[in-house]
């Protein structure tokens, strides 16, 4: 849809766009009605976190062991039941890592170790042995690009050579592991959002007639959008006709691995679940190549927030992003969602003033009800989840600056020293507060709120007084 209104007339930009195509014209998805705009989201998929393979290989400087080790400690604490844990083949760490999985019994017996090869036997061969002795449950996840441009600048192979490579890998894998009773296996059409239906789908058929997917060792099928290259609602067009056509659909796990090159990952992926996927791949913030893999923190708590269980633990959040942040080297943004230091803080006078009535307004509901403030509903204003939830404190969630209102102020004089003002005494001392931080310009604190307040009235008595 495009407007043309006298209020939306703007020149050109010096950009230039005209280089690259929209997407409809590089993939046609043969699907004509949708379900997934009127599905709802009721139940968590399976999360699997690829922090310790994917994100580990976006990194300036790879975890070292005792990093790796504790990333997968903390994955494991929070409830995750399927870890990608490393790409075995490409280097001697990862293979010693899955190797110490097994020796050292780091795992639980319900977690399922997954790992990565391309289709290609000499390294379909040096995984196998990585995962030899191990007892865990074991997904081998093979992978091989599809799409056209990868076939003919990358690969240099028609459709049908890569379909002979990919079966080709997919016989070796058979061949060198089908005999172990805890290995399940996991085909990758890396660059699925780009490749044609067709052939996608041809392939996906070929690996689980190949495998022999049945309900009870199911294949998974995962279709990465790799490089994010349109709307959503493409994607999960993708992900819909394949959920419809695939063969064996009952014996299959559909799995997705959005990207975020488009700042939309997160929503390719509710949207793909939508749409019929079962299983998320992803990074718990995000990290990944550009500007990253789907993150899984926000899925799972964007659940949370609509009453449904993520299945993940994310009760210490603080104590998650510092584990996450020593592990990689990478801070967590202050705005990032649910996680970050700022996003239950409220500076605008408005925000400050909602938010105090709407704390107010909940614990009366609870004791008028005779129950936890756990108990009822949450329906503050501006705050999408209780900050408790994820342990977070009351303390931070207003803040003053030049931009706050007697609200927030009086709030945090209320919550750290007792002090109640009327809406007069709110009116008048925010004036004074007011001046201060126009002077200065910087945030001021609850104890430098409270030392203004007794200079303007000397004593608290004398502000109840006024």
């Known amino acids: 849809m495009s407007t043309s209104l006298p209020w939306n007339r703007q020149q050109s930009s010096p950009m230039p766009s005209h280089r690259y195509r929209d997407v409809y014209q590089r993939v046609s998805v043969p699907l004509t009605e949708r379900a997934w705009p009127a599905n709802r989201i009721t139940q968590a998929p399976l999360w699997v976190p690829v922090d310790l393979r994917d994100g580990n290989q976006a990194l300036a400087e790879p975890m070292d062991p005792q990093r790796k080790r504790r990333f997968f400690e903390l994955l494991v604490t929070m409830g995750y039941k399927e870890i990608e844990v490393g790409y075995p083949s490409a280097s001697q760490a990862d293979f010693d890592f899955v190797r110490l999985i097994g020796s050292e019994g780091l795992a639980p017996e319900d977690v399922s170790i ?23 449950p074991v997904v081998i996840h093979m992978y091989t690009a599809t799409a056209p441009t990868w076939r003919d600048v990358v690969l240099g192979a028609s459709r049908e050579r890569v379909a002979e490579m990919i079966t080709g890998g997919g016989r070796d894998i058979l061949e060198l592991a089908g ?58 067009d993708q992900i819909e006709y394949m959920h419809r056509n695939l063969a064996r659909r009952e014996s299959v796990i559909l ?8 700042g939309t990952g997160v929503a390719c992926a509710e949207l793909a679940v939508l749409a019929g996927a079962q299983r998320v791949e992803g990074c718990v913030f995000g990290n990944g190549e550009r500007t990253g893999n789907v993150d899984l923190a926000t899925l799972a708590l964007n659940l949370h ?14 104590e998650v992003r510092r584990t996450v942040e020593y592990c990689t080297g990478i801070a967590v943004h202050e705005r990032h969602p649910y996680a970050g230091d700022l996003v239950y803080t409220a500076f605008s006078g408005t925000h400050q003033d909602a938010i105090k009535k709407g704390f107010a307004e909940h614990r009366d509901r609870a004791a008028r009800l005779d129950v936890d403030e756990r108990d009822i509903a949450w329906e503050v204003p501006y705050l999408p989840i209780d900050p408790a939830d994820v342990g ?75």
């Not at 799995?255 to 488009?262: A, F, G, I, L, Y």
Request: hydrophobic residues 40%; contains cysteine.
């Open 305 to 318: 927030a609509q009453g449904v269980d993520p299945m993940i633990d994310f009760s210490d959040i603080d």
């Open 392 to 466: 977070r404190t009351y303390d931070a969630v207003i803040r003053v600056n030049s931009q706050s209102g007697k609200g927030g102020i009086a709030y945090l004089l209320q919550q750290e020293y007792g002090v109640e003002m009327t809406r007069e005494q709110q009116i008048e001392f925010a004036r004074h507060v007011q001046r201060y931080t126009d002077r200065t310009g910087t945030e001021v604190s609850a104890e430098k709120l409270f030392e203004l307040f007794n200079e303007v009235y000397s004593t608290v008595e004398e502000a109840v007084r006024a």
């Open 179 to 236: 005999d172990m009773a805890n290995v399940r296996f996991q085909f990758s059409p890396e660059v699925f959002m780009l490749t044609e239906p067709d052939f996608v789908l041809d392939l996906c058929d070929r690996m689980t007639t190949l495998w022999d997917a049945v309900p009870q060792r199911p294949v998974t099928l995962n279709l990465p959008a790799t490089v994010e290259i349109a709307t959503p609602n493409v994607y999960a």
């Open 114 to 136: 997954v790992v990565f090869t391309p289709a290609r036997r000499d390294l379909i061969e040096r995984t196998v042995d990585s995962i030899r002795g191990l007892t865990n």
């Open 255 to 262: 799995s997705v691995h959005p990207h975020n090159d488009r």
